[in-house]
């Protein structure tokens, strides 16, 4: 059982930058990746960034690629990322995921709050 607590978001002015951060409770050599999601008020939750943990591919939705950067620490089994040039439309409650295999997000965080005002 792997437990994610994720860290890092708050409020932000657009255009700004914030860090969330997504620690695993164990090592994380059978994980195949982690990723990030967000769920704004109202709408469903979707995917936003995720890396593979062996090979380190990367993968972004459209609507954040060239601005958010996704990054691992093998040392601390901790996955970031880096969020730069925010819009309002960011504003979502941001979670941390990891799968043991492809296609099959097996564990979450609890999520983080990130609000970018205008």
């Known amino acids: 059982q792997v437990q994610l607590v994720e860290s890092g978001g708050g409020l932000v002015q657009a255009g700004g930058s914030l860090r969330l951060s997504c620690a695993a409770s164990?090592?994380?050599?059978?994980?195949?990746?982690m990723g990030w999601f967000r769920q704004a008020p109202g709408k469903a939750r979707e995917f936003v960034a995720s890396?593979?943990?062996?090979?380190?591919?990367?993968s972004y939705a459209d609507a954040v690629k060239g601005r958010f950067t996704i990054s691992r620490d093998n040392a601390e089994n901790t996955v970031y990322l880096q969020m730069n040039s925010l819009k309002p439309e960011d504003t979502a409650v941001y979670y941390c995921?990891?799968?043991?295999?492809?296609?099959?997000?097996?564990?979450w965080g609890q999520g983080t709050q990130v609000t970018v005002s205008t």
């Open positions: 995921a990891a799968a043991l295999w492809a296609g099959n997000w097996n564990y």
């Open positions: 164990e090592r994380t050599f059978n994980i195949h990746a």
């Open positions: 890396l593979t943990w062996i090979r380190r591919s990367t």
